[in-house]
């Protein structure tokens, strides 16, 4: 149920009804609007239904949100939420570009990486420290040391970094290094995970599960948001379809599709959606010019010898011309890089 209070509710006001909610045993989560604020009362909503808040003069009108994701919903939160990484505001006007290696491999490749990201205009240093590999074989990341050399590019560059949370024990050493915590793609529906992202103060990119639909998608952020933290990006990264001439199908249509069902800021990753570096670039551009507000891709000095994802990595190089074709796309759309 959402409550919507009238334009120049008093915080008086709006902390009785709070007190009213949680008296009947629902969560009260606020969304502050510039117009208005909304009040969204979670849990089992029939304890509301003769209990009429309306009878507040201040109170506007209270609705059910029909949407099995409420916080998540529109309708909770009509403006666009910006969340801002360090400094760096993702869904606001800027599309924002997030680079990096698949995995942080060396100290002295992801320097490298973080100056060429840095020089080229990209916003967030993006790097694995702890890796999902398909295979218990292959190389599972560095670690903490990962983490210690993401941490160097960041006092180099001055880049907010991006790096993935796995397990809930790495949690401590993670969120001492990174500025925005990544859910992959094989942890979407990892529900203690979820939460335990959502209990701390740190923004979230929650990337799209492999055999997830949009609404799945919602509800994971969901989780994440029903514990307090409202400060999450989703992440289309491809889904799995008969598809296989490519690594998955990118579902370029969930980026307006998600901007009209939810309220959240919404990333492409497109090196992960193809698997193929020459595909990602166009890929790119086609995400922005969808209305997506900001993008995650790949970089690597010598991809031949990437220990993960090679194929799909960027040539710094390339992804110095994908910078220069991003902003004038970004430009056509009324954005800018
Ligand atoms: C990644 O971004 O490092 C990654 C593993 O992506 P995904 O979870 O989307 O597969
Ligand atoms: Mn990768």
Redesign the pocket.
Known sequence: MIIILKPHATEAEIALVVKKIEGFGLAAHISKGTERTIIGAIGDERVLQDRPLEAFPFVEQVLPVLKPYKLASREFKPEGTIVNIDGVLVGGKQVVVMAGP??VENRDSLLQVARCVKDAGGHIL?G?AY??RTSPYTFQGLGEEGLTYLSEAKAETGLPIAT?LMDPRDAPQVYQCADLV?I????MQNFRLLKEVGCRRKPVLL??G?SCTVKDLLLAAEYILSEGNYDVIL?E?GIRTFEDATRNTLDLSAIPLIKRLSHLPVIV?P??ATGKWHLVAPMALAAVAAGADGI?V?VHPHPEDALS?GPQALLPSTFEKLMNDLSKVAQAVGRSL
């Open positions: 698949c995995a993006r694995g890796k999902p993935e990544q992959g793609a094989r942890n990337k799209r492999l992440c990264r990753d090196s992960h995650m790949e994802d």
